[in-house]
T-cell receptor, first 115, second 109 residues
């Protein structure tokens, strides 16, 4: 149980375009979903927290107009990187918690490369 | 002082030995603690959660929590080469996780 999927697993896009990443909880209802970014050899950096049906809460320093988060249902959240630039190239990982516990379960991650 | 501190390692242990990973945290009111394993290029995988003082065992893994000392540890018995990874300690703050920088574990056969 507690499986979280992400799609796509990797994506290459041109500078200036937008990319959408999907995060789904497959076998539980996710009351809260989290989006992280991880650069090589660095720890996870929380970008934002989202609850179903409400606006995401962004961490300090994260541009909300650049990283659009939609949590449309209890099983789906999306992150859209708008007007991507090479410095946005990173490993983006979502996680989710349900109602039963505090444990966060991570998706497999999406590796974004902006050329 | 960082909110969650871990020795970055690498910690090298021979196959079959016990690996001991340590973590300290600064917020005395923290109640929920987690250990994650992250293989290179992969996302974190939850190994253990612990909420009460004492030991919690799951297979080859034992988590230990001492709230008075603000200390949480993870013991891995009978270490295997497949245990080689980065181990992340995380403390819950509100509904968010605060991660340590991680300890690299290398198990040598």
């Amino acid at each position: 149980g507690a499986v979280v999927s992400q799609h796509p697993s990797w994506v290459i896009c041109k500078s200036g375009t937008s990319v959408k990443i999907e995060c789904r909880s497959l076998d539980f209802q996710a009351t809260t979903m989290f989006w992280y970014r991880q650069f090589p050899k660095q720890s996870l950096m929380l970008m934002a927290t989202s609850n179903e049906g409400s606006k995401a809460t962004y961490e300090q320093g994260v541009e909300k107009d650049k990283f659009l988060i939609n949590h449309a249902s209890l099983t789906l959240s999306t992150l859209t990187v708008t007007s991507a630039h090479p410095e946005d190239s990173s490993f983006y990982i979502c996680s989710a918690t349900g109602t039963a516990s505090y444990e966060q379960y991570f998706g497999p991650g999406t590796r974004l490369t902006v050329t | 002082q960082k909110e969650v501190e871990q020795n970055s390692g690498p910690l090298s242990v021979p196959e079959g030995a016990i690996a001991s990973l340590n973590c300290t945290y600064s917020d005395r009111v923290s109640q929920s603690f987690f250990w994650y394993r992250q293989y290179s290029g992969k996302s974190p995988e939850l190994i253990m959660s612990i909420y009460s003082n004492g030991d919690k065992e799951d297979g080859r893994f034992t988590a230990q929590l001492n709230k008075a000392s603000q200390y949480v540890s993870l013991l891995i018995r009978d270490s295997q080469p497949s245990d080689s990874a980065t181990y992340l300690c995380a403390v819950m703050r509100g509904n968010k996780l605060v991660f340590g920088a991680g300890t690299i574990l290398r198990v040598k056969s």
